[in-house]
């Protein structure tokens, strides 16, 4: 197996990438050989095997069924106590939130948006960049500096949180106050180790034989990176840019402490959410809607790039 | 091209060298910049900091050596001898945390693994569904815990439901369970990250094992118990330690349902908020990286302790 940080935690198995690389859905082998006399306890397993997975469906998914329920009542059906389905469902909430002008919704969902979607593109780039060099260009000094990236993912965010804070207040040289702005949120968020790693491990699994043909045609480093190793890696740049948009979009820690402490202007859905909980108290379709909101980019992505979340999360370790 | 080696070449080949190892610090200058200017740095500056009186205000204001680290050793909102839970104290109240949610998250993941593993239909489909909660942000399915176990909520209504009579208990808003309900909240959010690390540890045993099993007319039980179960230890170990780590950063939740304060009466104040009144509240840089430094080691010594007592986890059956 390739080189690895001893301090950091291996993964199970790199399977993650493999699944990426494959761009198919593993077979999960479980069959279980045919042994005559052995149905009666074949149909028993199935039976509790089934009431199990509905029990576990309901009750994964009855809170978040429940929640957009919810979304569509008013407020005053929303305080009847249990009542699953809304008389009259109406978007009366998601109105309510968006013409809130002390709190104003579509403010946060643009922050959040920009911030998820300028992030993600920036983490493609520098992660690709530092993966591909980390897996395939040779430099004196590269199996240290690697170690170096592995140890950061051994820094709990907590030990970073004053001089983090305390650089961005009054940036080195610059003397920059970076909290409350966007900028100062973006330069800490440009790279994650976690990511690197896997853009690194998914170029190892890429055949040397495309770069030497690249260079037998004359093509430099960055041309070869540019035009053959990027189009070839697409399946993993999928799976950064998508765990760092939902990353960013779910912050609540960072975004609390660099965006959280001024005026509402720079705050993004999630701090916002929590302001809700004490600004619609009693209003229960207006806090949902919002809830729902929150939830909804996260989804809508998820749905249509599952096997990247799937694959980036099993190779990559965990974020957050 | 040339068969015999000329000094040109030789030379060419060294300029080839150097131009890749340029080429290479130059694809990994702005990444290992910021790694260590916002997580290497910070490491050093951490200690640098908590060694010092540094407040808001004054800025800094003069080296004290390890007066901090003294003032946290006798700091009763953060710990406290003997260890005592539900007293209000940071320490203690996220180990607390940890010791209950770390087993149940984990057996919940294991649970949720061993049941889409044994599917015979739609196993991508229900990896992805029971995987949901985890992807979704932690204010908003916070935002959905606080509805649903409010005292007129759903939860309450179900429970009054089966015993048959009004049962009105505010969750959240009561100190003897209020971190309890954070537990079940994140078991429940998390276990789908576990069941992810699980489902590949499970994927990778070899079915021969299981053929075995079956003509040695092992049970269904049995065969989890004796073959599955101890097969998943390194698995067991990555998700423990995992779990742990997580487990001793929980901030979101308890600032969210508490306000920020650790309220009702100290129950969710945890380390991290604990670390976020002290910095950002009070504006004590100083005695914060202490926080900090104090929690990196408490993190990293579990680690280290867990590596111990699991063995490294080695993959190979």
């Not at chain 2, 889409?116 to 815990?145: D, E, G, M, Q």
Request: hydrophobic share 50%; with cysteine; charged share 10%.
């Amino acid at each position: 197996m390739a080189t690895r940080g001893s301090d950091e935690i291996p993964p199970p198995h790199l399977a993650g990438v493999g699944e990426l690389a494959a761009g198919e859905q593993p077979a999960i082998g479980t069959a279980v050989p045919d042994v005559p006399g052995r149905r009666r306890a074949e149909v028993i397993r199935r039976v509790v095997l089934y009431s199990v997975l509905v029990a576990l469906a309901l009750l994964y998914f009855v809170p978040f069924f429940y929640t957009v329920l919810t979304s569509l009542k008013t407020e005053a059906e929303g305080l009847q106590g249990f009542k699953l389905f809304p008389d009259n469902p109406s978007l009366h909430a998601y109105r309510e939130l968006f013409s809130n002008d002390s709190l104003p919704f579509a403010t946060f969902f643009r922050n959040s948006l920009f911030l998820a979607g300028t992030i993600a593109v920036l983490e493609v780039i520098f992660c690709s960049l530092g993966g591909y060099a980390f897996a395939r260009l040779r430099f004196p000094g590269r199996e240290v500096l690697f170690m170096l990236v592995l140890a950061t993912l051994m820094i709990p965010d907590q030990l970073r949180l004053v001089p983090v804070f305390l650089m961005l207040t009054d940036f080195p040289v610059t003397h920059w106050n970076l909290t409350q702005t966007f900028r100062g949120y973006i330069l800490i968020n440009i790279v994650t180790a976690a990511n690197l790693f896997l853009m690194r491990q998914y170029f190892l699994t890429i055949p040397k034989d495309y770069e030497e043909a690249a260079k037998l045609d004359g093509a430099g480093y960055f041309k070869t990176y540019w035009r053959i190793m990027l189009p070839l890696a697409v399946p993993a740049l999928a799976a950064v840019a998508i765990l760092a948009f939902q990353g960013i979009w779910n912050d609540f820690f960072w975004a609390l402490i660099i965006l959280g402490l001024g005026d509402s202007s720079h705050l993004t859905v999630q701090l916002a959410l929590s302001q809700f909980v004490g600004f619609y108290q009693g209003n229960w379709p207006a806090l949902m809607a919002a809830a729902t909101l929150a939830i909804a980019p996260v989804v809508v992505v998820y749905v249509f790039f599952q096997r990247y979340f799937v694959a980036g999360i099993t190779s990559a370790g965990v974020k957050g | 091209m040339a068969v015999a080696a000329s000094p040109k070449r030789v030379k060419s080949v060294g300029n080839e060298r150097l131009r890749e190892a340029l080429v290479g610090y130059a694809f990994i200058l702005i990444p290992m910049g910021i790694f260590g200017l916002f997580f290497i740095y910070p490491m050093v500056y951490a200690f640098y900091v908590s060694a010092h009186e540094w407040g808001g205000l004054t800025g800094n204001a003069g080296f004290v050596g390890l007066d901090n680290y003294r003032e946290l050793w006798g700091d009763k909102q953060f710990w406290d001898w003997p260890p005592r839970f539900h007293s209000a104290t940071a320490l203690w109240n996220t180990f607390y945390y940890a010791l209950l949610v770390v087993p149940l998250q984990m057996a919940l993941g294991l649970t949720v693994a061993v049941v889409v593993n044994n599917l015979l239909h739609a196993r991508t489909f229900f990896r992805s569904a029971f995987y949901f909660p985890a992807l979704t942000s932690s204010a908003a399915i916070t935002a959905i815990a606080i509805y649903i176990l409010n005292s007129q909520g759903l939860l309450n209504a179900g429970i009054g439901g089966v015993i048959g009579h009004d049962f009105n208990h505010p969750w959240f808003g009561d100190s003897s369970t209020a971190l309890e309900s954070i537990v079940g909240l994140n078991a429940w959010t998390t276990s789908g990250t576990m069941m992810l690390f699980y489902l590949a540890s499970l994927q990778a045993i070899p079915t021969d094992v299981y053929e075995a099993a079956a003509i040695d007319a092992a049970g269904t039980w049995r065969t989890f118990w004796k073959i599955t179960f101890p097969l998943l230890k390194p698995a067991h170990f990555f998700v423990a330690v995992v779990s742990v780590i997580g487990a001793l950063k929980i901030f979101d939740q308890a600032f969210i349902i508490s306000g920020g304060n650790g309220g009702p009466a100290g129950s969710t104040l945890t380390a991290v908020l604990y670390l976020y009144q002290v910095t950002i509240g009070e504006f004590n840089y100083g005695y914060g990286a202490t926080v900090g430094v104090a929690l990196f080691l408490i993190i990293f010594s579990l680690t280290l302790i867990q590596r111990l007592l699991f063995g490294k986890a080695e993959i190979g059956y």
